[in-house]
């Protein structure tokens, strides 16, 4: 037996130590995920705001770690969660559990190569500015700075990590100094092998405990089949409300003209002019298919389609087969093109194959892949790009994440429509079946039975699942647990639906939400957050609200993000209007914070042509598509959003939709029952006093 305390214990030390108190939820979920880890049963717990639920994790996590000898990985959706395990929480934990444990517990950090700056490609001289038709004058100009400047960095930093940049820089100019993991010569290859800033980190890793990284490193590490993160028997996903698209966009391939011509160029020193030429009429070939295609959907490959692509396919494999192996004594600049030709190369033949085996498979539901034209928008100009994604991801992470490791999964925003098995569902987890709010006791779990069909993205909620689909065998247990949160949200908070107003339509605010706003700002005496559906919609209600109201109206994409967050919170009177970052991304305890203004339930655009394929996939599977993934995307950002409003058990305040569907719709109730338990009203005047009770309480 194991000399180490037992999680409670542990827990009740790390607590002391940092000046905690004792939560109930937060020793639930710790005891929770200990018993997963011992069990091997995969858990996913709902931790609402002030649970506490790193510590909850981390605890069990270390004691694993420290007592077993193996590593245990935690995956996190955003950088400034990463950043709060790394600077602040894991060191203050690593000292408060040096005694107990035996020793002090090691972590590190690991992002994807990409991350970090590649001393190849800047000593080499291949971190120069991109020129081509891409690039405007100004651009770059820009790129060629930044790009300097990078290289003045390197002789500073310690870490070469991106993050890690005294002052950011745009994309095009980090991809002048980096690598992907496809285009790494590999250390033992490259004259800076030694002292590669990526290597190191992965070297870190290899000897830490636990192991922080994102859900980017995640997919890659189960997309790729190599392994790209130590070895690892459990695996904590933190923010795992997100996982499911951070997954998909990993998946994602795109083809475009543009990318294929600069593809050409790149392979102009490495073979003959004709192979060259070959690439660059690949280019022009799929340039002119787009032309002649709407943006949107493939249901079928066009006419003409499935030879342009073969056409696209052979060519870039004579290439690609011309280039050879790489010679013995090639510096690392010619090896560093080389390898750059490769992967590029190799990455749109790839693409063309799967676009070309996507429509196999007769039944749409049953396929793979989704393939479409996109339009992007570069300068005043629109070009179409083909892109393709996976109908579901499910299926790969049961059969990577959940097949190789014990996953925790959790977050604040985990039961949509009232229970898990939404999101269990697009994990690809059987579904349970449990009742909408039961909270499940550590002690006492409960899983769902096992085996779905891989390929379903199907909601599986009370109201929305069709026919249970067959199973494949595959034995996946799991359990859902619900710890509650320290607030009291029926007395903290109100949630205000304004049913008196009209349902809102696509030519902008109308006049009597804009009066609606107007009254609730004014009585609230600032102090909100207004989160938006589209960034014209916050654009269009600050502009109108300004000149309503004499109270400062900050709008996303006035200053950087985060120092407009710092504004209002450090202004009671001012305002702050924003889309999508906002209704995840912000942290303003106090009276800076006491209205949420939502314009409308944030359904995804009804013509989103991966959105639209996956509920295809759930009504012909006899499922209601609709629920399954438009309420489900709604539901999510509801609740992240409501849960901008109570962020200290001191807080309060008023969650205003107006949007009079989350009352009078059928699916209306499904989406309520995603949320915490407020209290409700309908009625503006009682909602207009309480703000105004709570700006006298907070001018006092």
Known sequence: MSAIPGVGDLLADAVSALGGTRRDGQLAMATAVANAI????????????????????????????????STVVVSTATIALQRQLVDRDLPRLAKALTKPLGREPVFAILK??????????????????????????????????????????????ETGDRDDLPTAVIDRSWRQVSVSARECLGASSCTYGADCFAEKARGRAGHADVVVTNHALLAIDAISGFNVLPEHSVVIVDEAHELVDRITSVATAEMAPATLGMLARRCGKLVDEELADDVAGAGELLARLLDETSPGRWTRLPDGAAAVFAAIRDRLWRTRSAIGPA?????????????????????????AVRILGAFDEPDESRRRDVVWVDEDAVKDDRRRVL???????????????????????????????GNFDALAAT????????????TVPPTA?????????????????????????????????????????????AKAGILYIATHLDPPGRAGMSSSTLDEMVALIEAAGGRTLGLFSSTRGAKEAAAAVRERISLPVLCQGDAPTGQLVQRF??????????????????????????LVLIDRIPFPRPDDPLLVARQSAVAARGGNGFLAVAAHHAALLLAQGTGRLLRSTADRGVIAVLDPRLATARYGGFLRASLPPYWQTTDPAKVRAALARLGDRSSV
Do not use: M
């Open 38 to 69: 011992d069990t091997g049963e995969h858990l996913a717990v709902q931790a609402g705001t002030g649970t506490g639920k790193s510590l909850a994790y981390l605890v069990p996590a270390l004691r694993h770690a420290v007592d077993s000898g």
């Open 112 to 157: 994807g190569r990409a991350n970090y700056v590649c001393l190849n490609k800047i000593h080499s001289g291949e971190a120069q500015e991109e020129t081509g038709e891409l690039f405007d004058p100004f651009t770059s100009s820009r790129v060629g700075r930044e790009v300097v400047r990078l290289r003045e960095w390197v002789s500073d930093t």
């Open 327 to 351: 010679q013995s004594g090639t510096d690392s600049a010619a090896a560093a093109a080389r390898s750059a030709a490769i992967t590029g190369l190799d990455e749109a033949h790839d693409t």
């Open 387 to 417: 892109r393709v994604a996976p109908l579901s991801v499910g299926g790969l992470l049961r059969s990577s994440l959940f097949a190789d490791a014990t996953a925790v999964l959790t977050s604040a925003t985990l039961t949509i429509g």
């Open 427 to 438: 994990w690809g987890l059987p579904i349970a079946g449990r009742s909408a709010a039961e």
């Open 445 to 489: 779990p409960t899983s769902g039975p096992a085996g779905t069909d891989e390929s379903v993205y199907a909601l599986s909620d009370l109201t929305a699942s069709g026919k249970p689909v067959p199973s494949d065998g595959a034995s996946v247990r799991w359990t859902g647990l619900d710890v509650g949160s320290p607030f009291d949200h």
């Open 569 to 594: 919170a450090d202004d009671e009177a001012t305002c702050l209007f924003g889309t999508l970052s906002l209704w995840q991304g912000v942290d303003v305890p106090g009276p800076s914070l006491s």
